[in-house]
Protein backbone atom coordinates (compact mmCIF):
# COMPACT_ATOMS: atom_id res chain seq x y z
CA UNK A 1 0.00 0.00 0.00
CA UNK A 2 0.96 3.41 -0.95
CA UNK A 3 -0.24 6.45 0.27
CA UNK A 4 0.14 9.87 -1.70
CA UNK A 5 -0.85 13.55 -1.27
CA UNK A 6 -1.76 15.69 -3.74
CA UNK A 7 -1.31 19.53 -3.93
CA UNK A 8 -1.22 21.96 -6.33
CA UNK A 9 -1.16 25.60 -6.63
CA UNK A 10 0.47 26.76 -3.47
CA UNK A 11 1.83 30.06 -4.88
CA UNK A 12 4.30 30.57 -2.12
CA UNK A 13 1.92 30.82 0.62
CA UNK A 14 1.49 29.61 4.39
CA UNK A 15 0.15 26.24 4.27
CA UNK A 16 -2.80 25.09 6.36
CA UNK A 17 -1.40 23.55 9.90
CA UNK A 18 -3.53 20.38 9.45
CA UNK A 19 -1.84 19.91 6.23
CA UNK A 20 2.00 19.42 7.50
CA UNK A 21 1.71 16.18 9.47
CA UNK A 22 -0.48 14.60 6.68
CA UNK A 23 2.40 15.55 3.85
CA UNK A 24 5.32 14.37 6.14
CA UNK A 25 3.11 11.10 7.49
CA UNK A 26 2.73 10.11 3.03
CA UNK A 27 4.87 7.75 1.23
CA UNK A 28 4.76 10.00 -1.71
CA UNK A 29 3.80 14.00 -1.90
CA UNK A 30 2.68 15.17 -5.35
CA UNK A 31 2.23 18.48 -6.31
CA UNK A 32 1.02 19.63 -9.91
CA UNK A 33 2.96 22.98 -9.76
CA UNK A 34 2.85 26.73 -9.28
CA UNK A 35 5.06 26.90 -6.44
CA UNK A 36 5.84 30.00 -7.43
CA UNK A 37 9.16 30.46 -5.58
CA UNK A 38 12.11 28.02 -4.79
CA UNK A 39 11.67 28.59 -1.77
CA UNK A 40 8.32 26.71 -1.23
CA UNK A 41 9.59 23.94 -3.53
CA UNK A 42 12.53 22.93 -1.24
CA UNK A 43 10.33 23.21 2.17
CA UNK A 44 7.95 20.85 0.35
CA UNK A 45 10.98 18.48 -0.56
CA UNK A 46 11.79 18.07 2.97
CA UNK A 47 9.12 16.97 4.63
CA UNK A 48 8.75 14.19 2.21
CA UNK A 49 9.44 12.51 -1.08
CA UNK A 50 8.08 15.12 -3.90
CA UNK A 51 7.57 14.25 -7.11
CA UNK A 52 6.33 17.79 -8.95
CA UNK A 53 5.81 19.34 -11.87
CA UNK A 54 6.27 23.12 -12.60
CA UNK A 55 3.51 25.69 -13.58
CA UNK A 56 3.11 28.69 -15.13
CA UNK A 57 3.65 31.13 -12.16
CA UNK A 58 6.76 29.14 -11.40
CA UNK A 59 9.75 31.12 -11.20
CA UNK A 60 12.60 30.79 -13.94
CA UNK A 61 14.65 28.25 -11.51
CA UNK A 62 11.39 25.83 -10.73
CA UNK A 63 11.01 25.79 -14.79
CA UNK A 64 14.41 24.34 -15.51
CA UNK A 65 14.66 22.28 -12.33
CA UNK A 66 11.38 20.90 -12.81
CA UNK A 67 9.56 18.84 -15.47
CA UNK A 68 6.55 20.25 -17.59
CA UNK A 69 4.85 16.71 -17.45
CA UNK A 70 6.24 13.67 -15.72
CA UNK A 71 4.72 10.07 -15.53
CA UNK A 72 5.56 6.87 -13.07
CA UNK A 73 4.78 3.98 -11.53
CA UNK A 74 3.25 3.33 -8.23
CA UNK A 75 2.60 -0.49 -7.80
CA UNK A 76 0.90 -1.54 -10.40
CA UNK A 77 -0.41 1.67 -11.83
CA UNK A 78 1.27 4.48 -13.74
CA UNK A 79 0.76 8.34 -12.50
CA UNK A 80 1.13 11.19 -15.01
CA UNK A 81 1.86 14.78 -13.57
CA UNK A 82 1.03 18.06 -15.51
CA UNK A 83 0.02 21.14 -14.12
CA UNK A 84 -2.42 22.44 -17.51
CA UNK A 85 -3.69 19.76 -19.46
CA UNK A 86 -5.99 21.70 -21.47
CA UNK A 87 -6.56 24.68 -23.48
CA UNK A 88 -10.18 25.07 -22.36
CA UNK A 89 -11.93 25.74 -18.78
CA UNK A 90 -15.33 24.05 -20.42
CA UNK A 91 -14.95 19.88 -19.21
CA UNK A 92 -11.72 17.35 -18.78
CA UNK A 93 -12.39 16.54 -22.02
CA UNK A 94 -8.96 17.77 -22.80
CA UNK A 95 -7.22 16.23 -20.26
CA UNK A 96 -8.96 12.93 -20.46
CA UNK A 97 -7.03 12.61 -23.98
CA UNK A 98 -3.70 13.80 -22.34
CA UNK A 99 -4.00 11.14 -20.11
CA UNK A 100 -4.76 9.17 -23.22
CA UNK A 101 -1.77 9.85 -24.89
CA UNK A 102 0.27 9.73 -22.01
CA UNK A 103 -0.75 5.91 -21.21
CA UNK A 104 -1.51 6.63 -17.80
CA UNK A 105 -3.96 5.05 -15.03
CA UNK A 106 -4.07 7.99 -13.17
CA UNK A 107 -3.73 11.87 -14.52
CA UNK A 108 -2.74 14.23 -11.78
CA UNK A 109 -3.19 18.21 -12.84
CA UNK A 110 -3.35 21.19 -11.00
CA UNK A 111 -4.26 25.07 -12.15
CA UNK A 112 -7.65 24.89 -12.00
CA UNK A 113 -7.47 25.41 -8.18
CA UNK A 114 -10.97 23.46 -7.50
CA UNK A 115 -10.73 19.62 -7.05
CA UNK A 116 -12.10 17.30 -9.65
CA UNK A 117 -12.17 13.83 -9.27
CA UNK A 118 -13.33 11.92 -12.56
CA UNK A 119 -13.53 7.99 -11.63
CA UNK A 120 -13.20 6.84 -15.65
CA UNK A 121 -10.66 5.19 -17.30
CA UNK A 122 -8.35 6.49 -16.94
CA UNK A 123 -8.99 8.55 -13.65
CA UNK A 124 -8.61 11.94 -13.60
CA UNK A 125 -7.73 14.00 -10.43
CA UNK A 126 -7.27 17.79 -9.61
CA UNK A 127 -6.73 18.27 -5.92
CA UNK A 128 -7.29 22.14 -5.71
CA UNK A 129 -5.33 24.41 -3.61
CA UNK A 130 -4.15 24.24 -0.23
CA UNK A 131 -3.44 28.45 -0.27
CA UNK A 132 -5.75 29.72 -3.36
CA UNK A 133 -8.85 28.50 -4.00
CA UNK A 134 -11.14 28.94 -6.64
CA UNK A 135 -14.79 28.31 -6.20
CA UNK A 136 -14.10 26.09 -3.76
CA UNK A 137 -12.78 25.83 0.06
CA UNK A 138 -9.14 25.03 0.45
CA UNK A 139 -8.03 20.94 -0.36
CA UNK A 140 -5.90 18.17 -1.03
CA UNK A 141 -6.23 14.54 -2.03
CA UNK A 142 -4.65 11.29 -0.75
CA UNK A 143 -4.81 8.95 -2.88
CA UNK A 144 -3.87 5.11 -1.21
CA UNK A 145 -2.75 2.91 -4.02
CA UNK A 146 -3.29 -1.22 -3.26
CA UNK A 147 -1.88 -3.09 -6.50
CA UNK A 148 -4.01 -1.49 -9.33
CA UNK A 149 -6.60 -0.17 -7.04
CA UNK A 150 -6.78 3.63 -6.33
CA UNK A 151 -8.93 4.71 -3.75
CA UNK A 152 -8.98 8.67 -2.61
CA UNK A 153 -10.20 10.68 -0.45
CA UNK A 154 -10.69 14.74 -0.32
CA UNK A 155 -9.24 16.67 2.52
CA UNK A 156 -10.68 19.84 3.46
CA UNK A 157 -8.37 22.24 4.86
CA UNK A 158 -10.92 24.74 5.65
CA UNK A 159 -12.53 28.01 4.01
CA UNK A 160 -11.00 29.65 1.11
CA UNK A 161 -8.18 32.80 2.18
CA UNK A 162 -5.04 33.77 1.15
CA UNK A 163 -2.54 33.95 3.90
CA UNK A 164 0.29 35.96 3.37
CA UNK A 165 4.05 34.99 4.83
CA UNK A 166 6.38 32.66 4.13
CA UNK A 167 7.13 29.13 5.61
Known amino acids: MTRIIVISDT ?12 LKGAD ?20 SELVAVHGNSDCAELKKRL ?15 VHDGQLSLDGTCGIWYLARELGVDLLIVGHLHTPIVEESDPM ?44
Open 11 to 22: HDKKLPDDLIPL
Open 28 to 47: MVVHAGDFASVACYEYLERL
Open 67 to 81: PERITFDVEDITIGV
Open 124 to 167: IVCPGSPTVPRLSDRSAIELTVRGSRIDWRLIPLGAGACFVGGF
